[in-house]
């Protein structure tokens, strides 16, 4: 019930909005993640956010160019990406949970629920 969308091919320096909607479930109860997978490369944390919206955190390699948000009315969770790199390539997953706590926002297998991905590749 998480459907991610929003990729896409972008250059380099560029920007790219990804959206992770929702359905039949309420979207303020659930920790909200995201991460990526590149080729051939372990699943990694690129950024979650609390349930409220209050608190948010990044992997330290898209720090300060993406930035997460939420609208629990809307149930809806973005990744606003910018300055996109090559390396930023890969596919994109949002994931939910609803017991998490801050220490395990970053782990993949603490979350419950995936969306199916969406890709976003970045050329030079």
């Known amino acids: 019930q998480l459907q991610a969308s929003g990729g896409g091919l972008v250059q380099a320096g560029g920007s790219l909005r990804l959206s992770c909607a929702t359905s039949?479930?309420?979207?303020?109860?659930?920790?909200m993640g995201w991460f990526r997978q590149a080729p051939g490369k372990e699943r990694e944390f690129v950024a979650a956010?609390?349930?409220?919206?209050?608190?948010?955190y990044y992997a330290d390699s898209v720090k300060g160019r993406f930035t997460i948000s939420r609208d629990n009315a809307k149930n809806t969770v973005y990744l606003q990406m910018g300055s996109v790199k090559p390396e930023d390539t890969a596919v994109y997953y949002c994931?939910?949970?609803?017991?998490?706590?801050?220490?395990?926002?970053?782990?993949?297998?603490?979350?419950?629920?995936w969306g199916q991905g969406t890709q976003v590749t970045v050329s030079s």
């Open positions: 994931a939910a949970d609803e017991r998490l706590i801050v220490s395990s926002y970053s782990v993949p297998v603490q979350y419950d629920y």
């Open positions: 956010i609390s349930r409220g919206g209050g608190g948010t």
């Open positions: 039949g479930r309420t979207l303020r109860n659930y920790v």
